[in-house]
């Protein structure tokens, strides 16, 4: 069965300092992995997806994650967090493309 | 474009009630999910349709709530009867054709309180 782990239920920055949020995975199979963004009172929206192409993806607003097989993980980073960035964070794995388990979520804090 | 649209976005109503949610996806998309989010236990799938069709409903948790899509611009979950701890918020997403895997749009959700 798959599922995700995201360790730190809060994770607080400074404007300006890296972002560094963790995940890692389980799955059977090859995963598809994602992460998505929630904005409070709206819907998740795609950041990045991972599908074997690449190990290293760029999502937007300056996002991206490594997949790195040997550890099971798919860490979310930014280099400069930005005041716009505080929202939650989900990390998700895919079998097949179609059923997402989602992470319990990731709250960034970023302080001024 | 518009995205997927929900209604109602707040539901307040009481135990034994019949609630319907309704969800319109994005149009030319031919994959529709229903998710159910809460603290405790984070966001579950409930169902999802391809091509107006209920491929994998394992997540719903009782015969109370049902799933339908008449047609490929509109879906509706209904809970009946409804009990307090159905409350959450319901999200639809809906997701392009194949070679889009995981691309999911979600809708602004339907926030449920029974009382």
């Known amino acids: 069965a798959q599922s995700v782990t995201q360790l730190g239920s809060h994770v607080s920055v400074s404007e300006g300092a890296l972002v560094l949020l963790r995940c890692n995975y389980s799955s059977s199979v090859p995963p598809y992995l994602f992460w998505y963004v929630q904005y409070p009172n709206q819907g998740l929206q795609l950041l990045l997806k991972y599908t074997s192409a690449a190990t290293l993806v760029k999502g937007i607003n300056g996002f991206e994650a490594e997949f790195k097989k040997s550890e099971t993980s798919f860490h979310l980073t930014k280099p400069s967090a930005h005041m716009s960035d505080a929202a939650e964070y989900f990390c998700a794995v895919s079998d097949d493309g179609n059923k997402l388990v989602f992470g319990a979520g990731t709250i960034l804090r970023v302080k001024s | ?115």
């Open chain 2, 1 to 115: 474009d518009a995205g997927v649209i929900q209604s109602p976005r707040h539901e307040v109503t009481e135990m034994g009630q019949e609630v319907t949610l309704r969800c319109k996806p994005i149009s030319g998309h031919n994959s529709l999910f229903w998710y159910r989010q809460t603290m405790m236990r984070g966001l579950e799938l409930l169902i999802y349709f391809n091509n107006n069709v209920p491929i994998d409903d394992s997540g719903m948790p009782e015969d109370r709530f049902s799933a339908k899509m008449p047609n490929a611009s509109f879906s509706t979950l209904k809970i009946q009867p409804s009990e307090p701890r159905d409350s959450a918020v319901y999200f639809c997403a809906s997701s392009p054709r194949r070679g889009q895997a995981g691309e999911l749009f979600f809708g602004e959700g339907s926030r449920l309180t029974v009382l």
